[in-house]
C-alpha cells in the first residue's frame, strides 16, 4: 500500500493537506499521479485523511494539487 501527502489548493485561496492511499498500488509516484489525474476531472471526490479524520475533497473546489510521496506535511 502506497500513501503520499498532498497539499491542496481550494478556490476559496485556503490550503489543505491530506494523506491519500490507494491500497494494491506499490508506487507512491502512481498514486501522487492517480490522485492528480482524479482531482482532474469535474465530477470527482477523493476521499481522504485530515489528522484523524476522513475528507471528501470535491474536484470542482480544488485549483491545484501538490504531491510529496516523501512523508506528511500535516
Request: aromatic content about 4%; hydrophobic content about 50%; glycine content about 10%.
Amino acid at each position: 500500500m502506497a500513501k503520499v501527502a498532498l497539499r491542496i489548493l481550494l478556490v476559496s485561496g485556503k490550503q489543505l493537506d491530506v494523506v491519500y492511499d490507494e491500497p494494491g498500488t506499490p508506487s507512491a509516484a502512481d498514486v501522487g499521479v492517480h490522485a492528480a489525474e482524479l482531482l482532474g476531472r469535474e465530477d470527482a471526490v477523493l476521499w481522504a485523511e485530515h489528522g484523524d479524520r476522513t475528507v471528501a475533497v470535491y474536484a470542482r473546489g480544488v485549483v491545484a494539487v501538490e504531491v510529496d510521496p516523501r512523508g506528511a506535511v500535516l
